[in-house]
């Protein structure tokens, strides 16, 4: 591919090297540029190496300036306050660099891929089996498929894992009541879909917790049922994988109205690292990492205390010789660096299961599984909240299921795509398919347009809205793109680097040229929130170019036209490929 250096990389390069000619004795230097509103960037670095070398920083400006090389990037330099570089740059060098990205023959618009890629294991979007999805399951599936896409897109191996709660006691519990009554997983008129297949699993499960609370005889085989499972019994494994695999008939329906691809194969749930368990319980102990407390096997910190004062431990195995959480979390950090090869692990998890996942992380590190070339990071997301500011419940005080928190948001959609269509000329099937991109879109947007560890207000009236900070904002301006470039008839869109840019365009195009820049530091943070403020700004520049430079204006010379036609073609190439990265589709007509 062909990457593009953007208009900043090169001026820093500059201006660096500008630096070193003229101040020998400063050594290597950051210029310290930025956006300005007063040019198009400043370099604010020679204040800082003016006090080093006891310097007047206006003089050692004037001497920088000197010592850039003439050439097509910079049209205007002024030196400003305590030695505060003003930089202009030419139209042509952001019409040409433009001009590259849009070249790009692989169609990444001139986004490098980065030099440290490693191996990545992102663990999100963890359903539980025989459960019904709610809205807390939202984040972390909306987030950590948008991380996902933004890693891969930079150059990284990303590997995924969904780790489904499909171990322990309620399972017995499911199981032992499964071969007393055998019938009780059929589908009413033998139906297979995901809807149905949770609707049964959950009238399973009430039916056996009321036998299992009622009838201490059952109880006591049910707690059997789960020594069998775990020592691998063949019959209990096989009623296990009939109602797991129940369960995914029906993760994948909720997944599939997200939009979302999640493949059978990075499904590894608790159950994955059962062989490994003991072994990781034994490697702690023997290696001192562990020890044993009142019967348990446990890890204690200096830094995590009760109400009491006494330090609160991590559980790895029950004085029962049960296990708990956390020696699967140990197991699954074994599996993924010592099988796997990866050098991050990044859990995209609740903000309360904090503490639980500082410890689990500090324990791998005491082990050695963790290290300097190793990392694990929580990706800690808030929750969802109702417009009363309060966890979002339905009116009787439920949880919200997310089947029914997406169906309403592609129905309020549909209604505003709907009561467009006509200006538009949408069928009935561009209709629905409009509604529901815009709906899921409208969904996932409000939720990654908010940085991932605040809480946010789920208010669907809002997030269909045609203006301000919405995806059907972001939408509507592709769409509004690809209608332009529909009516140019004979016009195409062709770069003309020759041609002086209004204020509107230039702001439009140095805009454009941060695409690969906000990717990197997205990438880099795992902040999906900044590439939605991007697109944002993206779209805001677009409105302000439509109000003050007409495309398709007869009184437009001909290169204007064309001119115009390729900053707005590749706005939308950008819109679409941004919008993508965050798992939201762009419609051509809205």
């Not at 080093?52 to 300036?65: D, F, H, I, S, Y």
């Not at 049209?75 to 030419?90: A, Q, R, Y």
Request: glycine letters at 8%; charged letters at 25%.
């Amino acid at each position: 591919m062909a990457s593009v250096p953007s208009l900043a990389s090169t001026l820093q390069q500059q201006l660096a090297d500008a630096l070193t000619a003229a101040l020998p004795d400063a050594g290597a230097a950051d210029p310290l540029l930025r956006r300005s509103d007063r040019a198009d960037f400043q370099a604010n670095g020679i204040l800082a190496l003016a006090k080093k070398l006891k310097g007047n920083p206006r003089e050692l400006a004037a001497q920088v300036t000197a010592a850039l090389p003439a050439g097509e990037l910079i049209k205007d330099i002024e030196v400003s306050g305590p030695g505060f570089l003003n930089i202009t740059l030419t139209d042509r060098a952001i019409v040409e660099t433009l001009a590259a990205r849009a070249a790009d023959g692989d169609g990444r618009l001139g986004v490098p891929l980065k030099d440290d890629a490693g191996t990545t294991v992102i663990d999100y979007a963890q359903p539980n089996v025989a459960k019904e999805m709610h809205v807390g399951h939202l984040r972390s599936a909306v987030i950590g498929d948008a991380v996902v896409k933004i890693l891969e897109f930079t150059g990284e191996n990303v590997v995924r894992r969904h780790h489904i709660g499909d171990w322990g006691t309620q399972f017995g519990m499911l199981i032992q009541y499964l071969i007393e009554h055998p019938g009780a997983l059929r589908h009413e008129g033998g139906a297979s879909d995901g809807e149905a297949a949770m609707s049964t699993l959950n009238r399973v499960y009430k039916e056996s917790r009321v036998l299992f609370d009622s009838d201490e005889e059952f109880k006591a085989r049910s707690r059997d049922r789960v020594v069998a499972l775990q020592a691998g019994d063949p019959e209990t494994l096989e009623l296990w994988h009939r109602f797991v695999d129940e369960s995914k008939i029906y993760f994948h329906s909720v997944f599939d109205k997200l939009d979302m691809v999640i493949a059978d194969p990075d499904i590894v749930g608790e159950s994955g690292y059962n062989d490994m368990l003991e072994e990781t319980c034994r490697i702690l102990e023997e290696t001192g990492v562990a020890v044993r407390s009142e019967g348990a096997l446990c890890v204690f910190f200096d830094d995590v205390k009760g109400p009491d004062g006494n330090k609160v431990p991590l559980i790895v195995k029950k004085t029962n010789g049960g296990y708990g959480y956390a020696a699967t979390d140990l197991s699954a950090i074994r599996n993924r660096v010592q099988d796997l090869k990866a050098d991050t692990l990044l859990y995209v998890v609740d903000a309360r299961q904090s503490l639980h996942f500082k410890m689990v992380f500090e324990t791998a590190r005491r082990a050695g599984w963790l290290n300097e070339d190793v990392k694990a990071v929580q990706l800690a997301f808030g929750t969802v909240l109702g417009k009363d500011g309060k966890p979002f419940k339905t009116r009787e005080g439920e949880t919200v299921r997310l089947e029914d928190l997406l169906d309403e948001a592609v129905t309020r959609a549909t209604a505003v795509v709907r009561d467009k269509a006509d200006k538009v000329g949408l069928s009935e099937e561009e209709i629905v398919e409009n509604g529901r991109y815009v709906g899921i879109g409208a969904v996932k947007y409000a939720d990654l347009s908010t940085s991932a560890v605040r809480d946010y207000k789920f208010d669907l009236d809002q997030m269909v809205a045609l203006h301000g900070d919405t995806s059907v904002y972001l939408q509507y301006a592709y769409a509004r793109i690809q209608s332009i470039l529909r009516k140019a008839g004979d016009a195409v869109p062709a770069a003309h680097p020759e041609l002086e840019l209004a204020p509107a365009e230039r702001a439009l195009g140095l805009h454009l040229d941060q695409f690969g820049e906000v990717l990197a530091e997205v990438g880099a943070g795992y902040e999906p929130h900044k590439l939605a403020a991007y697109l944002y700004q993206l779209a805001s520049h677009l409105t302000t170019f439509y109000d003050q430079c007409q495309v398709l204006s007869p009184d437009n010379a001909p290169e204007v036209v064309e001119n115009r036609l390729f900053l707005v073609e590749l706005t939308a190439r950008t819109l679409h490929q941004g919008m993508a990265l965050l798992g939201i589709r762009t419609p051509e007509r809205l």
